[in-house]
T-cell receptor
């Protein structure tokens, strides 16, 4: 069963506009969420995370929003730049509090920024 | 500042052969994780260590797979009698100990295994 879902396999956005990537989860034990960016032939690179005690976390051009009641999170990138073109993975963890630190990943969304 | 390193980056082998991969985590990171990623999927958890202790193994890790972290530093992942279904990217990650920050895992570049 897919506990973390990224329903959009791909997304194209004009340079300078906002990119919004979405992620849904089903396991209510998840309490820590992360976004990773992946270029071809490289490992995932950590972007930003959010704990379940927050509903928003911002880091430069990247903002993650968490809606616990809907079990939904989103990553906003603004303004989008050509270097943002990559595959983005949403991941979730039960966290150290539950002794379950493994990450469960979604299937990824390929973001293409159009110059 | 060196990140997580993995060796080799690519491995091509024939079915039935044994292969071994190495991962060197970020220094002073107590936790080390192995994941596997196949085409079109996100990484899937295989196993993780805290120091030298292997604390959890996924059911994906069949008897042909074994992982070690003998001195709590680098780790090896061995696959015996490889099968074509083992073809994948094998990713290693590490994380520090203590507090919420332990949940942020930093990944290496991966080892791409192709079984012919």
């Amino acid at each position: 069963d897919q506990q973390v879902k990224q329903n959009s396999p791909s997304l194209s956005v004009q340079e300078g506009r906002i990119s919004i990537l979405n992620c849904d989860y089903t396991n209510s034990m998840f309490d820590y969420f992360l976004w990773y960016k992946k270029y071809p032939a490289e490992g995932p690179t950590f972007l930003i995370s959010i704990s379940s005690i927050k509903d928003k976390n911002e880091d430069g051009r990247f903002t993650v929003f968490l809606n616990k009641s809907a079990k939904h999170l989103s990553l906003h990138i603004v303004p989008s730049q050509p270097g943002d073109s990559a595959v983005y993975f949403c991941a979730a963890s039960g966290g150290a509090n539950f002794g379950n630190e493994k990450l469960t990943f979604g299937t990824g969304t390929r973001l293409t920024i159009i110059p | 500042d060196t990140g997580v390193s993995q060796d080799p980056r690519h491995k091509i082998t024939k079915r039935g052969q044994n292969v071994t991969f190495r991962c060197d985590p970020i220094s002073e990171h107590n936790r080390l994780y192995w994941y596997r990623q196949t085409l079109g999927q996100g990484p899937e958890f295989l196993t993780y260590f805290q120091n030298e202790a292997q604390l959890e193994k996924s059911r994906l890790l069949s008897d042909r797979f074994s992982a070690e972290r003998p001195k709590g530093s680098f780790s090896t992942l061995e696959i015996q009698r490889t099968e074509q279904g083992d073809s994948a990217m094998y990713l290693c990650a590490s994380s520090p100990r203590g507090g919420r920050e332990t949940d942020t895992q930093y990944f290496g570049p991966g080892t791409r295994l192709t079984v012919l």
